[in-house]
């Protein structure tokens, strides 16, 4: 969305408030969690719609982040909701190897599929959802599948990038979690791995799963499908 130069471009703005902000709803946050303050939910809400005064944006975020606004209609009302999904099998055993200690709440799926039904329920119809293994077989087809389901033009030259740091997603942890991005130079066509083992997890985050398979599966089937293809 990006390198289509026809958006401004919000990487998790909620999040870092939902973590450290004034506000925080982090639920694990101790007396001694960094907090920046003056961060709040309405300064970053008034700086997207700032941007939006401007030209068209884009928000990529997670529905935890801001669960406590759903009911606000003049919240979630501006925008053009849609969801992008992972296999909880992928999601849960690339986190728990790195953090371990994150609860349910923080993986994001309860509020992401609560989110889903509340749009279903509004308006009467599914928002785009796209999963993760179709965008990366065919990022050609998916990218040009959600565009038109979203209606903005498909714009096949913003799929390709220069490598390199991402000052944009490095707010947490020097951006270590998306080494891949800074990798990487475009999205290309890969082929879909196998299921990870979810037996090497603890029997809590094994209960998360049990718990978020059939909420992930819900919206898998309910996911875009692609009408073309282009080899990388």
Known sequence: MRMRGDMTCFHEPFAQVWWQGDEA???????????IPGLTFKGVSDQIRQAARVQPVFVKDMATHVDHLWDDPDFLGPFTNSFLIRHPAKVLTSIFARAPEYTLKELGFVDQHKLFRK?????????PVIDSDDLL????GMVEAYCKAVNIPFVPQALSWEPGTRAE???YDHGSWHDNLKAS???KPQPRRHQPKVTDMSDE???FYTHILPLYEELYQNRLFAESSVPG
Do not use: F, M, T
């Not at 709803?25 to 907090?35: G, L, V």
């Not at 749009?119 to 928002?127: I, K, V």
């Open 169 to 171: 997603v490095s707010w």
């Open 137 to 140: 077989e065919n990022p050609y």
């Open 185 to 187: 130079d475009g999205l």
């Open 119 to 127: 749009l279903c329920d509004r308006d009467g119809r599914a928002p």
């Open 25 to 35: 709803r982090w639920p694990r946050i101790k007396p001694d969690s960094p907090r």
């Open 205 to 207: 985050w094994k209960g």
